[in-house]
């Protein structure tokens, strides 16, 4: 990082003294930056089997022996940072899986098999009424440490309750701030798939990614209420849809999952999202959204921006205050950026590691300029074919990299 030095050597000089007091503080934050880590993503933390605090020995012998707890069959997706912990969203895709959500402090090194914290309680993982979390594929973090939750993962039949939104103020013991049920003509009771989200003020957009009904959903806190576009740009491409990853192909056609939305200093915002299984990624702005009555038409969709082809399949994506678009590179296990406000065409693939980043996912940013994805595997777990093993083989990471930017 050539610049940084340079700001680091004018430490040395006199001409210091000199510079007008704000440029001061601003080299102090820079110079912690040529300390800190640079270049590749590296792995931080990784797990062959995921496990849990539990509440008492016989607890966890319960669970084994009447398999309510089935250790590889534990699978991790989401992931986002708030102050000293990461927020690891655990969805139910096969049985065994007594927790959805759960925390793990940050970790200065490398740690393996660290077990994961029930979040907001294990009361409220385990709990069979509809008031508790039944299965939650992601989530995003406000500024006000709101995370808004998407228990929307109805395509398997782990619970019979109404798809939701769940919003914990992470600064009071997640308690409980706002919760919204789903009605079943925006999100099918049975086969929705709420896979991702961005906020935007008091709205959130969010990719339902089921093969029955995909669309983007918006949601108005204010209004309590929701509305879903859907549009061919949102289907799957069907020349995208065979690919391999760590040696098991994808062979299933996946509609609109990854999302992302522009920093929030743009007049207007514009959400970018693709189809898992595309090559295409679009944008929109949230002005479109935002009106329930220009939404309800067809005129929306002339606003649709086509901004041009991914370097490869892709899952979740993220972009910084910078205006730096982050995806994953499934087939070619890497990491892949676009810079707003250039061709499309300029995107690169940054980062590539064939031994371990299998299937990058989920994407969040910490308030130290540290990008965290997850890669997961998680298309074996989503294919019958796929046989788990309880072995030490490692199965998910989590893999982070110094930007010096943080999430807009
Ligand atoms: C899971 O963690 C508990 C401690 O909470 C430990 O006693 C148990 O051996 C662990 N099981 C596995 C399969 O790692
Ligand atoms: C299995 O055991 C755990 C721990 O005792 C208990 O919470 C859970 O309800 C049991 N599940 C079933 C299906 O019996
Ligand atoms: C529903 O479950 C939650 C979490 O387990 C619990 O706090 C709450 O008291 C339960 N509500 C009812 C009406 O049983
Ligand atoms: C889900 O439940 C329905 C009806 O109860 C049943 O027909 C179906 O086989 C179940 N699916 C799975 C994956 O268990
Ligand atoms: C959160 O919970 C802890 C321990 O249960 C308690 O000591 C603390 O007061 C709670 N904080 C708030 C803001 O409720
Ligand atoms: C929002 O809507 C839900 C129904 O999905 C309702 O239970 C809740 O009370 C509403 N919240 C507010 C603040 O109106
Ligand atoms: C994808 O692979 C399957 C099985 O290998 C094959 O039958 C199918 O024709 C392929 N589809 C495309 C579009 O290549
Ligand atoms: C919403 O869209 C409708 C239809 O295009 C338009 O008439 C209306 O002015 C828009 N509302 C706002 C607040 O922009
Ligand atoms: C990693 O895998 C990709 C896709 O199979 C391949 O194109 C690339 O050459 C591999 N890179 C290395 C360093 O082996
Ligand atoms: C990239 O796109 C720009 C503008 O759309 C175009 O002018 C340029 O020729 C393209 N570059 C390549 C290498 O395709
Ligand atoms: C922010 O983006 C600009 C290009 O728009 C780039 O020159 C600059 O280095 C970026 N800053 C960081 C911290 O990435």
């Not at 879903?228 to 996946?254: H, L, Y």
């Amino acid at each position: 990082m050539p610049q940084l030095r340079r700001v680091r050597d004018l430490t040395m000089t006199s001409h210091l003294f000199i510079l007008p007091f704000k440029i001061i503080l601003l080299l102090i934050p820079l110079c912690f930056v040529s300390f800190a880590q640079e270049g590749n993503f590296t792995v931080r933390y990784q797990w062959a089997n995921i496990n849990y605090t539990w509440r008492s020995p016989e607890e966890y012998q319960n669970s084994v022996q009447n398999k309510s707890y089935i250790p590889e069959n534990n699978a991790m997706c989401g992931v986002k940072v708030y102050k000293d912990k990461l927020f690891l969203a655990l969805p139910r895709i096969r049985s065994g899986t007594p927790i959805t959500l759960a925390t793990v402090s940050k970790s200065d090194d490398l740690i393996t098999d660290p077990l994961l914290d029930p979040y907001p309680s294990w009361e409220m993982n385990v709990g069979t009424n509809c008031s508790s979390i039944k299965n939650i594929q992601s989530m995003e973090i406000d500024k006000n440490g709101i995370m808004w939750i998407l228990d929307g993962s109805r395509y398997n039949n782990v619970t019979n309750c109404p798809p939701k939104l769940i919003l914990l103020d992470l600064n009071n013991n997640g308690s409980v701030v706002h919760t919204y049920d789903f009605p079943n003509d925006i999100c099918h009771w049975e086969g929705c798939f709420l896979n991702d989200v961005v906020i935007d003020g008091d709205f959130a957009y969010i990719t339902e990614t089921s093969a029955d009904d995909p669309g983007l959903i918006v949601f108005s806190r204010y209004e309590n209420k929701s509305w879903k576009i859907r549009d061919t740009t949102m289907m799957p491409e069907p020349d995208a849809i065979n690919f391999t990853v760590n040696g098991w192909p994808n062979g299933k056609p996946v509609p609109i999952d990854g999302i992302a939305i522009s920093p929030e200093t743009d007049k207007e915002r514009i959400i970018y999202y693709t189809a898992l299984t595309g090559f295409n990624i679009y944008g929109i702005s949230n002005t479109v959204l935002k009106n329930e009555t220009l939404c309800s038409g067809e005129d929306w969709k002339q606003h649709i921006i086509h901004l041009g082809k991914k370097v490869g399949q892709s899952d979740g994506m993220v972009m910084d205050k910078n205006g730096t678009l982050f995806y994953g590179v499934l087939p070619l296990n890497g990491i892949a950026t676009w810079q707003k406000d250039t061709p499309f065409n300029t995107t690169t693939l940054i980062d590539q590691d064939n031994s371990s980043m299998h299937w990058p996912d989920s994407f969040g940013f910490d308030e130290d300029g540290y990008l965290y994805v997850v890669s997961n595997n998680i298309h074996k777990y989503f294919d019958p074919n796929y046989v788990t093993e309880f072995n030490d083989d490692i199965k998910f990471r989590v893999h982070i990299k110094y930007t010096g930017t943080t999430s807009c």
